[in-house]
């Protein structure tokens, strides 16, 4: 299936401009008026309507641009649809906006592997790994470990 582009995300002094911009105020919404749409895209995606749900992602992004779960959810979703470059794209926004929190550095494991990217892979899973720690999520502890077993080199 082929994926509507999303542009690369604006840098930083263009998203603070945004953000100082008060968007949200403007059109009358909070920022947790976007969950509901967040919640909303998620559906779409389980129910295999991608194209709605990338839709919808990309209009919450023209509402909050430095969203991190707005990027998580783009990231899975072109990671569930083969486009695996994109979905490299929107980890390292992820990465960019929050370089301490794992999970950008798992799902961009992911896409490097099934891009054929093996050392990177690597090192995103060593990043993610080092970053969940001692008692952190498990469940993405465990995506990490079932991960590192496919990236050991064949004997």
Do not use: W
Not at 45 to 70: H, T
Not at 123 to 146: N, P
């Amino acid at each position: 299936m082929q994926m509507m582009r999303v542009d690369a995300a604006p840098d930083s002094d263009v998203l603070k401009q945004l953000l100082d911009a008060d968007v949200l105020k403007a059109l009358g919404l909070k920022k947790d008026d976007l969950d509901v749409g967040l919640k909303l895209a998620g559906i779409k995606v389980r129910s295999g309507n991608y194209e709605e749900a990338m839709k919808l992602y990309s209009s919450l992004l023209m509402f909050n641009p430095c969203d991190f779960r707005i990027y998580k959810g783009l990231a899975s979703l072109c990671l569930e649809t083969g486009d695996h470059d994109e979905a490299l794209h929107f980890t390292s926004v992820m990465i960019a906006l929050k370089p301490m929190d794992p999970l950008g550095y798992y799902l961009s494991a992911r896409a490097c592997l099934l891009l054929g990217h093996l050392d990177e892979a690597r090192e995103d899973l060593a990043d993610a790994m080092a970053r969940i720690g001692d008692g952190g999520d498990a469940r993405l502890l465990e995506g990490c470990r079932k991960l590192t077993l496919l990236l050991v080199p064949a004997k």
